[in-house]
Nanobody
Framework: QVHLVESGGGLVQAGGSLRLSCAASGRTFSNYAVGWFRQAEGKEREFVTAISWNGGGTSYADSVKGRFTISRDKAKTTVFLQMNSLRPEDTAVYYC??????????????????WGQGTQVTVSS
């Protein structure tokens, strides 16, 4: 069992930045790839970005390329999502999740085993 806790969400104006964090309670991400997904009100959950277990590989949705950056600390206890140039369409609940497909960066939600509770990001125009 992996308990994930997201933090860092909030309200920001368009063009602003936020940094989300995802921490694994009581353990590290050493044996997991980690992904971020988001779900806007009335829409399906969608892939945002993912990072492989050692940080050597990353994937991004086209909608966030060049604006968002995923990273993890060397201790593999926390994964970060730096979000720059935020747009109103980025408004959603953001979730982090872990996958046992450690050498890849899965983009499909069904390939993830454990999910956090989510953190709300609201971008005003």
């Amino acid at each position: 069992q992996v308990h994930l806790v997201e933090s860092g969400g909030g309200l920001v104006q368009a063009g602003g930045s936020l940094r989300l964090s995802c921490a694994a309670s009581g353990r590290t991400f050493s044996n997991y790839a980690v992904g971020w997904f988001r779900q806007a009100e009335g829409k399906e959950r969608e892939f945002v970005t993912a990072i492989s277990w050692n940080g050597g590989g990353t994937s991004y949705a086209d909608s966030v390329k060049g604006r968002f950056t995923i990273s993890r600390d060397k201790a593999k206890t926390t994964v970060f999502l730096q979000m720059n140039s935020l747009r109103p369409e980025d408004t959603a609940v953001y979730y982090c999740a872990t996958s046992r497909r450690v050498y890849s960066t899965p983009v499909i939600s069904s390939e993830y085993d454990y999910w956090g509770q989510g953190t709300q990001v609201t971008v005003s125009s």
